[in-house]
C-alpha cells in the first residue's frame, strides 16, 4: 500500500495537478481577498481600470476560438475527418470562456450583478452585445461538452440512461455548430470593436480592430488546440493523435497568419502618416517605447512571421519541435496583441484641455493579488484540460466511428 | 448632430432586425428609464458657464459638491485644473461631467446604467450599474471616478460644506457628477428658477465666491446662461469630438472691460 503511494507521488501527473491545484488555492485566496476588500487590492485606477484581468479575459477568449472553427469545418463544411480535432477544440473552448467569465467576475465591481447585462440592454452598447454573445456562447459550449461526459468509461458505468442521454444531444451537432459561428463571429469581433468604438481614446478608435480581433482569433484558437493536442499526445498515452489530421489545421493557420499579418501591415501603417494627438504617442509607444519589445518581438517577429514560415513550409513544419514552438509562439504572439491593444489605449492619456496638444503617460503593472487571482485562473483551465484528456478522452482521434453511431439510433427512437 | 444620431441609430436597428429580440430591448430600454424621467419631453435644457476670468483656484466647489453629493475625499466630482498661467495670472480649469448632449457613456454602458434625461442630465443609476468601468474609458472628460473601496464613516466635508442630499454610493460603482439634479428636481416642484434661486441651484455654483459659475436653461433666452453665452466668446472642451457638451467655458481675455463680463448677482 505505502509503496503503491509512493510510485503514485513519483509521478509527473501527480506533481503537476499538486502544482495547478497549489495555484488554484493561492488565486481562491487573492479572490477571497478582493470580493472581502475591493477592487482596492489591485494596481487598477481610474485612468487604468482595465488590466491584466482583461487581457487574460480577451486571450482566453480569443484562444477559444478553435471550437467555433472546427464545429463549423466538420459540420457545415462536412470535412468529417476533423471531428476528433473539433471535439478537442470544443472543450479547450468550454476551459477559455469560463475562464474568461471567472476574470470578469474578479474584474467587475459588483460581481453580484453580473446578470445585469441580460437584464437591461443596451443594444448600442458592444460590451453589452458581448456578454449577450458570450452567455449563449458558453450554453452552446456546455451542451457540446456534455456528450463527452456521457462518452466516459465512469459515467457509462454508473449511469448509463443518463449517459445515453448526454450522448444524444450530439445529435444536435450541426445546429451548434451554426449557432456557434454565429455567436463568435459577432462577439470576437465585437472585443474589438468595444475599443474600436471609443472616440476618447484616438490609438483604439478605428474599425480595424474588430477585424484585427478575429482574424487574430481565427489563427490562434486553432493553433492553440492543435499545440495541446501535441503536447498530450507527447506526454500521455491516453491522448491518441494522428498527427496527418492536426498538420492540416497548422496549415490553414499558417494561411490565417499570412492575411493577419496583411492586415495588420496597413492597420499600422496607416496610423503612422501625419501627427494626431494621442494616435501618434500610442503608436509610438508601441513601435519604439515601452510597448515596442512587445509588439516588434511578441506581435511581429515571433507572433506572426516565424510561425508563418514554419507552418506554410512543409520541409520546416515536418519537424515536430519547429512545428510545436511555431504554435507556441502564436499563442503568445495573440496574448501580446491583446496585453498591448488594451494597454495602449490607457497609458497615453486621454486629452481635455482646451490648449493642451501635450502628450501625459501613466503607468500599470498588476499587483502579486491581480497576478495571483489571474494566475489561479490559468491554472484552472490548465487542470481542467489535464483531466479532460485522462478521464474525458477529448483528444483522441481513434474515436471517430464510436461517436457517430449513436445518431441514426436517436433519430429511429424520435420517429 | 440629431441627423447623424438618427442615421446611426436607424443602421443599428436594421442591422439588427434579424434578431426580433433586439427590437424588444430597444423598446424595453425606453420604457425602463422613461418611467424614472419626470416626463417624455422637458422644455428646459440645463447648462453651466464658468467663467475662467473670475475663477481663482480655491476649490470651493469641490468641497461643496462632496458636501451635498456625500462624495469620499478621494474622488472628486468637479476637479480644478491649474492650467499655465496667462502673464501674471493663474488660470484654472474646473472640470465637472459636461452633462453631453451625445454622451459616449450612455451608448456604451453594457446595462444601460447611464443615461439621459430629457432636460439633458446624464444620469447614472446606481442600482444597476456593474462596476465593469467601461465608461471610464468612454468619456473624454475624465469625469467618472469608480468606487475603488466603500467610503464609511463620517463625510469630512459636512457640515462645513453642506448636508448630504443624495444617498452615499456603495462600493463598486463608477460615479459621476449628476448637476445637482436633486436640487433642481425639488426647486422645480417648489416653483423655483434653477440657476436663480440658490436651493434649485447646483451646489458648486452656490459655493463659488467669486460667481465664477453660472447655471441655467439655454432653452430660456432670458437665463444667465443663455446671455451670457451670448454676450461672451466661449468654447466648450474636445468640441472636435462631437459630444456636445453642456458645460461652457468663458476663456481669460487680456483686457477684461467692465461691463462686458456677466455676473453672477441674481
Known amino acids: 500500500m505505502f509503496k503503491q503511494r509512493l510510485t503514485t507521488l513519483a509521478k509527473p501527473f501527480t506533481w503537476w495537478v499538486i502544482f495547478l491545484v497549489v495555484l488554484i488555492i493561492s488565486g481562491l485566496g487573492a479572490a477571497a481577498l478582493i470580493f472581502i476588500r475591493g477592487l482596492v487590492v489591485t494596481n487598477l485606477t481610474d485612468l487604468v481600470p482595465w488590466g491584466l484581468w482583461i487581457s487574460i479575459d480577451l486571450s482566453s477568449i480569443a484562444l477559444g476560438a478553435g471550437a ?28 477559455g470562456y469560463s475562464m474568461a467569465v471567472m476574470t470578469l467576475l474578479l474584474d467587475i465591481g459588483r460581481p453580484d450583478r453580473f446578470w445585469h447585462a441580460v437584464a437591461f440592454w443596451n443594444v448600442h452598447s458592444p460590451l453589452w452585445e458581448v456578454t449577450m454573445c458570450v452567455t449563449f456562447y458558453l450554453t452552446v459550449l456546455v451542451l457540446e461538452v456534455l456528450p463527452m461526459f456521457g462518452g466516459s468509461d465512469w459515467m ?27 455567436l463568435s463571429l459577432l462577439h470576437q469581433s465585437s472585443l474589438g470593436a468595444t475599443y474600436g468604438v471609443l472616440k476618447a481614446r484616438p490609438i483604439w478608435y478605428r474599425p480595424g480592430l474588430p477585424v484585427l480581433f478575429i482574424v487574430s482569433a481565427m489563427a490562434a484558437g486553432p493553433a ?3 499545440l495541446a493536442s501535441h503536447i498530450a499526445g507527447r506526454l500521455t498515452p491516453r491522448a491518441i493523435i494522428k498527427p496527418e489530421l492536426l498538420d492540416q489545421v497548422s496549415k ?13 501591415f496597413w492597420d499600422v501603417l496607416a496610423m503612422s502618416y501625419t501627427y494626431e494627438p494621442a494616435r501618434t504617442e500610442g503608436l509610438n509607444m508601441l ?90 485562473v490559468i491554472a484552472y483551465g490548465l487542470l481542467a484540460f489535464t483531466l479532460g484528456v485522462r478521464y474525458l478522452k477529448v483528444v483522441n482521434h481513434e474515436d471517430v466511428a464510436e461517436e457517430d453511431v449513436p445518431v441514426p439510433q436517436v433519430v429511429m427512437a424520435g420517429d | 448632430m440629431t441627423a447623424t444620431t438618427l442615421k446611426r441609430r436607424d443602421f443599428l436597428k436594421i442591422g439588427a432586425a434579424g434578431l426580433a429580440t433586439t427590437a424588444v430591448a430597444a423598446g424595453m430600454t425606453r420604457k425602463q428609464h422613461g418611467a424614472a424621467d419626470t416626463a417624455e419631453t422637458s422644455p428646459h435644457r440645463w ?19 462632496r458636501a451635498n453629493n456625500d462624495v469620499s475625499p478621494d474622488i472628486s466630482w468637479t476637479r480644478v485644473i491649474q492650467l499655465e498661467s496667462e502673464g501674471t495670472k493663474d488660470v484654472f480649469l474646473p472640470i465637472p461631467c459636461m452633462q453631453c ?38 468619456c473624454p472628460y475624465g469625469a467618472r471616478s469608480f468606487n ?56 458648486c455654483v452656490m459655493a463659488c465666491p467669486t460667481g465664477a459659475r453660472m447655471f441655467g436653461d439655454l432653452n430660456d433666452p432670458n437665463s444667465i446662461v443663455s446671455q451670457a453665452l451670448a454676450e461672451n466668446p466661449s468654447y466648450r472642451l474636445r468640441e472636435d469630438l462631437g459630444t456636445d457638451p453642456r458645460v461652457y467655458y468663458l476663456p481669460v481675455r487680456d483686457t477684461n472691460k467692465e461691463g462686458v463680463t456677466c455676473s453672477n448677482n441674481a
Open chain 1, 68 to 95: 467555433f472553427l472546427l464545429s463549423a469545418a466538420v459540420y457545415l463544411l462536412k470535412i468529417k475527418r476533423l471531428q476528433p480535432v473539433a471535439r478537442t477544440a470544443v472543450f479547450i473552448g468550454l476551459i
Open chain 1, 156 to 182: 457509462q458505468e454508473r449511469w448509463p440512461n443518463l449517459a445515453e442521454k448526454l450522448q444524444s444531444i450530439h445529435h444536435f451537432a450541426p445546429i451548434f455548430a451554426v449557432i456557434g459561428l454565429g
Open chain 1, 224 to 226: 492553440m488546440t492543435v
Open chain 1, 252 to 264: 490553414f493557420v499558417g494561411w490565417v497568419l499570412v492575411a493577419y499579418l496583411y492586415l495588420r
Open chain 1, 287 to 376: 513601435t519604439q517605447g515601452p510597448l515596442a519589445l512587445n509588439f516588434w518581438m511578441g506581435e511581429i517577429f515571433l507572433g506572426i512571421l516565424l510561425p508563418m514560415i514554419i507552418l506554410l513550409s512543409d520541409r520546416l513544419r515536418s519537424q515536430q519541435r519547429l512545428h510545436l514552438l511555431a504554435l507556441f509562439l502564436i499563442v503568445g504572439g495573440l496574448v501580446a496583441y491583446r496585453w498591448d491593444t488594451n494597454m495602449v489605449g490607457q497609458l497615453v492619456v486621454f486629452n481635455y484641455l482646451p490648449q493642451g496638444l501635450t502628450p501625459q503617460y501613466t503607468r500599470y503593472i498588476p499587483s502579486l493579488v491581480e497576478i495571483a487571482a489571474g494566475a489561479g
Open chain 2, 47 to 65: 447648462a453651466m458657464v464658468i467663467d475662467q476670468s473670475k475663477c481663482t483656484g480655491c476649490e470651493y466647489c469641490t468641497m461643496a459638491c
Open chain 2, 101 to 138: 448632449g451625445d454622451a459616449p457613456c450612455v451608448h456604451i454602458c453594457p446595462v444601460s446604467a447611464n443615461y439621459q434625461r430629457p432636460d439633458g442630465i446624464v444620469m447614472m443609476d446606481y442600482d444597476r450599474c456593474i462596476g465593469c468601468r467601461y465608461c471610464e474609458m468612454a
Open chain 2, 148 to 203: 475603488w473601496e466603500t467610503f464609511e464613516g463620517e463625510n469630512p466635508a459636512v457640515p462645513t460644506w453642506g448636508q448630504p442630499e443624495v444617498e452615499r454610493r456603495p462600493r463598486g460603482v463608477v460615479e459621476k457628477c449628476s448637476f445637482c439634479y436633486q436640487r433642481i428636481d425639488r426647486g422645480l416642484a417648489q416653483g423655483l428658477t434653477p440657476g436663480v434661486d440658490p436651493a434649485a441651484t447646483p451646489a
